[in-house]
Each structure stands twice: as structure tokens, then as C-alpha cells.
């Protein structure tokens, strides 16, 4: 075996390995993060701060992404129902995919984006500043100070976007449907409440919680194990990024499957 292939595979089992201790550590950490939630009372400034960041600041980007999501989903399911003249069934298809799988991904997409970056690149900072190391000099315990209201923060907020998401994007399909097939609102509507189910608004729900855990986990595990510097700090925050939106819909899949 030449030089080549034995880096090849040494590289290999490395990545194999760390993967590994990247997904023991994060399970390790949600559950830190879990167990001092009991402390939610006596941090409850923290963890509103931490809600109005995660979830007041990613309400417009929500919005926006939901409404024209709800669009173009009218839009397309729209023009080819029109083809067999049932375009006024555009409002099942609409609520019920808003329900299930659209609102909790779209929401959980853009707060991954958005608000897991920002743990990953809060924490890391910290963490490469020695300011983690200091709190822990203080007998200060990092998690319960800086990972549990963040933890908390978004299981709380990433629901209520998400029902937000999938109230707008029904709305904006409700809209096109209006306006392009001309399928009158209350028809859309009372076809959209008539084929959605409870077990619908239950998955999405629950995955939305899922998505909140997994996001917050990945991305204060990653900040928190930032190292060398600033690159470090970027190299972390790309890293939280692109795993909490690959698990997201690894995810997904496996709750889609579960319920359905």
C-alpha cells in the first residue's frame, strides 16, 4: 500500500472518529443543557433575551421566506389541478404540505441560518478569548450561564415561527389561488380545514421541537469547541451551519417516516 492510499485511509478513520465524538459530545451536551433547565426561573432574563433573538429578530425573514414559499406552491399545484378542472383543491395541498413538512423546515432552516451561526460564532468567540475558561475559574458553570438559555430560547421560539410560517404561506397561497385560478377564499379554506388532520399539526409540531434541539446542540457543541483563533471561530460557525441543515433533513425524513 503506497504512501497516498495510506493517508487517504488514515484521513479517513480520523473523520470517521471525530465524527463520532462530535455526535457523542453534542448528545452529551443536550442533555447538560436538558438537566439544567431547572435553573429556567432564576435565568429567566437571559432566556427572554435570548427568545427576542432568536425569535422576534427571525420573525421578518420568516415571513417573507413562508408568504412566497405558500406562493409558488399555490401557484405550481395550482396550474396543473386546473388541467383535470379541480383547482380549487390547491387549498388541501397547500395547508396540508405547509403543515407537515414545508413551515417546520423553512422555519428551521432560516433559524439554523440565522440564529445557530450566530451561537456558534458568540460561544466561539468566548471560547477562543478565554472568557469560557474565566467563568469556569469563577466556578461559574458554563452551561447552565450561556448554553441553557439558548437551549431554552429556541425550543420555546421555534414553534411559534413555525405555526407564523405556516399561517402566512397559507395565507399567500390563499392569495394566487385568488387571484390566478380564481378559487374563492372560503372555498380554499374550507378545503384546507377539511383535509388536515390532527396527526398533520401534531408532526409538524413535534418535528419543529426536534429541529429546535438539534440546532441549538450542534451549534453551541461547536462554538463551544472552537479553537485557533478567529479561523477557528469562522471554521465553527460554518461547521454548526451545514450540520444543523443536513440534520435537519436527515431529520425530517425519519419523522415524515415515523408518522406517516
Not at 399545484?77 to 404540505?97: K, N
Not at 469547541?225 to 444543523?244: D, F, P, Q
Request: neutral net charge; charged residues 10%; hydrophobic residues 50%.
Amino acid at each position: 500500500m503506497n504512501s497516498r492510499a495510506t493517508s487517504f485511509l488514515g484521513r479517513t478513520g480520523t473523520g470517521i472518529l471525530n465524527g463520532f465524538a462530535g455526535a457523542g459530545g453534542t448528545i452529551c451536551l443536550l442533555g447538560k443543557g436538558i438537566y439544567w433547565c431547572k435553573a429556567s426561573i432564576p435565568n429567566r432574563s437571559k432566556i427572554v433575551h435570548q427568545m427576542d433573538v432568536a425569535g422576534v429578530g427571525s420573525l421578518p425573514v420568516v415571513s417573507l421566506v413562508a408568504i412566497f414559499s405558500g406562493m409558488v406552491l399555490s401557484l405550481q399545484t395550482g396550474i396543473e389541478l386546473s388541467h383535470f378542472h379541480i383547482e380549487e383543491m390547491v387549498g388541501s395541498i397547500v395547508s396540508v404540505s405547509m403543515f407537515r413538512e414545508m413551515g417546520p423546515v423553512i422555519s428551521a432552516i432560516i433559524v439554523a441560518g440565522r440564529v445557530g451561526a450566530a451561537m456558534a460564532a458568540e460561544l466561539g468567540t468566548m471560547r477562543v478569548s478565554e472568557e469560557i475558561d474565566a467563568l469556569e475559574t469563577m466556578s461559574i458553570n458554563p452551561v447552565r450561564f450561556l448554553i441553557m438559555p439558548r437551549l431554552a430560547a429556541l425550543v420555546l421560539m421555534l414553534p411559534v415561527l413555525t405555526v407564523f410560517g405556516i399561517l402566512i404561506g397559507i395565507f399567500g397561497g390563499a392569495v394566487i389561488a385568488k387571484n390566478i385560478m380564481n378559487v374563492d377564499y372560503q372555498v380554499f379554506l374550507q378545503n384546507g380545514i377539511d383535509f388536515l388532520h390532527y396527526k398533520d399539526i401534531f408532526s409538524g409540531m413535534t418535528k419543529s421541537v426536534v429541529f429546535a434541539f438539534l440546532i441549538a446542540g450542534i451549534s453551541c457543541y461547536q462554538g463551544m469547541n472552537a479553537a485557533g483563533g478567529a479561523e477557528g471561530v469562522g471554521k465553527a460557525t460554518i461547521r454548526a451551519v451545514v450540520l444543523s441543515f443536513l440534520f435537519v433533513l436527515i431529520f425530517d425524513y425519519f419523522l415524515t417516516r415515523f408518522f406517516y
